[in-house]
């Protein structure tokens, strides 16, 4: 054992340790989200607005600001930043490479895709989402339809490259509609919804994404003891028994459903599937039993805290993908000059 990996090992968390701090930290996160915003409302008032679901009458007011803006959008920031991160775990182990993210085989530029076709064609809301959706899915499936059609080549790699290509492809399609759009409606509309945001997230919204994110969930839980073997290559995969092909196509499947769901709703929000597994292997381990779970907490507590952030700290609600970015990219630039040997 090298003396880099000595020196990080006491720094570990139990599972049990890791889930109990971030568990609290994601609802004190969620209190205080709650509470804050151009209408703050205080501790008193938010109980008594969330004890009136039983019968009290609290004021409409706070009612409405709470129960039509806030809680909707804390929930989706939840739900969104626990998919994301949990897909980039996949993809990382999967891949067995630090770079990877959820948008690695095009399904956020795919998505993208998706929702500026809606937006250039004057479509309802629900009409972009299901386009976003659909898109995004669609690309993942012609990325791996690519890939299985090439042969005499490493099958992983063969798979990132062809994401690679075809997530380029689908961004040059996005330029395009940008150049045609309206530079005065559709325009604005599609660049603020590729920077990521959940300004317009509604309960619907919500309640027609969680169930595609607890679908694509289902397997990597039910699986999980797998997803360690399939980290040692397909060779070491194969020899002790499992097919790797197929339980790499089951786990892109659910990662992809769930990368999906959630751009659908919240636009192309990046760095959070990138940088979370990072920091969530630090503390529990690269054990995928411990980290899917710690790594979605962790998502889920950042994106609540970057989407506070950009609804409070100006008078212009400033889009998710930027402030992301800001946090990530010296993140992770220092993940990588402290975390080097682990990786």
């Not at 940008?178 to 619907?204: E, H, M, N």
């Amino acid at each position: 054992m090298d003396k880099g990996t000595t020196a990080r090992s006491p720094a570990r968390l139990s599972a049990p340790a890791a889930l109990t701090l971030l568990g609290s930290f994601v609802a004190l996160g969620a209190v205080g989200a709650a509470m804050v915003g151009p209408y703050p409302i205080d501790l008193s008032q938010l109980l008594d607005a969330l004890s009136g679901r039983a019968g009290s009458s609290p004021d409409p007011i706070i009612e409405t600001v709470l129960f039509s803006v806030r809680l909707p959008r804390i929930a989706a920031a939840l739900l969104v930043g626990a998919a994301l991160a949990g897909a980039g775990t996949v993809y990382q182990g999967l891949f067995r490479n630090p770079l990877v993210s959820p948008d690695i085989l095009g399904v956020s530029t795919g998505a993208g895709l998706g929702a500026a076709t809606g937006i250039f064609l004057s479509l309802p809301v629900l009409a972009i989402q299901g386009l976003a959706f659909a898109a995004g899915l669609a690309t993942v499936a012609l990325v791996y339809l690519v890939a299985t059609t090439v042969r005499g080549h490493e099958p992983t790699l063969v798979l990132v490259l062809s994401g690679v290509v075809l997530g380029a492809l689908a961004g040059a399609c996005i330029s395009l509609l940008k150049i045609l759009a309206d530079p005065y409606d559709q325009l604005p509309a599609i660049t603020f919804w590729l920077l990521g945001s959940l300004a317009s997230v509604r309960v619907d919204d919500v309640l027609s994404a969680a169930p595609a994110v607890i679908i694509g969930l289902v397997p990597l839980v039910l699986l999980r003891w797998r997803m360690n073997l399939m980290s040692l290559g397909d060779e070491e995969a194969a020899a002790l028994g499992i097919e790797p092909r197929r339980l790499r196509l089951l786990f892109i499947a659910a990662a992809t459903l769930m990368t999906a769901s959630v751009v659908a709703i919240a636009g192309v929000i990046g760095w959070v599937g990138l940088v979370m597994p990072h920091i969530a292997r630090l503390l529990v381990g690269p054990n995928f039993h411990r980290l899917l779970p710690t790594a979605m907490l962790m998502g889920a507590g950042y994106l609540l805290l970057v989407d506070t952030l950009a609804r409070t700290m100006t008078e212009t609600e400033t889009p998710l993908g930027i402030l992301t970015a800001f946090v990530g990219a010296p993140v992770f630039l220092w993940l990588l000059a402290s975390g080097r040997r682990g990786w």
